[in-house]
């Protein structure tokens, strides 16, 4: 296993969010996170990402596995579109960003401010990113924003040939990227209980129950 | 690491960059003090070692929250933390980038500022060492402030509060060499508090910084 999770509480600000998450994700698998909005997909990606600390539970995986790509680019719009994966792959120890161009078809764009780029394009050189991390895990935070119907199948393709060669991927996104050995997890019933939309009283910290 | 130090000086020389701001500042701020106080020069003389400290001081200040908050709002502070590099590194590369951008310019400015102000000839080394050694600290106490303050939507404010009563001792000990300098002493003694300032300033304050920004990335 690449990633084990056992029962995981996630906290966003100090709200708690999740509770009693548990999964596994083997190498070539990849895990599709589904939910509605304000479930608690992203604070489950930060959290496996250790950007946010757990309030409970395990994450067992080995260090430095985990590559993250969350809602945001985190792209510099002054840089070109080369400068900009170059920095990444320098941060990674990694030299060659001819494979990550490749794989989104960034070829074209290379010298490109990325500033002056389209957010479909922006996006595809925030994920060709990833291909510069080396890292096997890939937790991806609704990845396909902004993309049209060719460059979500050309994503499908990267996130399948990484799958591919043992690596793994947590994707939370609402369409359907058609990966052999998707697994799906819903995570509202991991919702805390004061979140879920079922729960009369969510949100209001005074309401009491009446018998 | 080196990376991203090469990364921010090629983003500050680049339009929008900021690479001038605190330098324009600087020159702004101290050919201005003239004409608000008087062209006395006996008067200039006097002020003119804590004028220029001040105006460094301010002008370091005006550049503070662009060092982390850029990268917060793109999200590359994120992708940063998740990177093998350690947060203290990122803080300390902050922290060097800003000198060079911002505290390296003026202290190359300050003695052609000195001569506006009719600075005495002989605190023009003084001048020059006192902020090459204290401009440092103001980077790396200011980074420390911008790393608390990240997050926060129009932290400037905040940001300025926090950091300026942290520059008081750089200030007092800075303008201190020049004022020494300016009356023909010897001014060793605050240009060694200034360094010990300066160094432990840069011993601690990256790792500090790093767990500032760990709490407001959560």
Redo the contacts between chains.
Sequence with gaps: MLLTVTDLSCAR?SAQVLAGVGFSVARGDALILRGPNGAGKTTLL?TL?????PLAGAIDCAP?A??????????????TVA?NLR??A????AHDITPALDAFDLHPLADRRAGEMSAGQKRRLSLA?LLV?GRPVWCLDEPTVSLDVENVARFAGAVEAHLATGGAAVIATHIDLGLPNAHTLDVTPFMARRLRADDPFGGDPFAEEVG | ML??LK?DL??AV????GFGLSLAFFLIFATLVPFGVGPQTQVLQTIAPGILWLGALLACLLSLDRIFQLDW????L????????PLEGVAAMKALSHWITTGLPLVLAAPVLGLLLNLPLPAYPWLVASLALGTPALSAIGTFGAALTVGIKRGGLLLSLLVLPLYVPTLIFGALAVIRGAEGQDATTPLILLAGITLGALAILPFAAAAALRIN??
């Design positions: 600000g930060r990402a250790g950007l946010t600390p430095d985990i590559a993250y790509a969350g809602h945001a680019d985190g792209l510099k719009a002054q840089l400068e920095f990444w320098g941060a990674f120890a990113r991390t | 990376g991203l990364r090629a983003l680049r339009a929008g960059g709002e793109d999200g590359t994120d992708l940063l933390a998740t990177a093998p590099v990335l959560r």
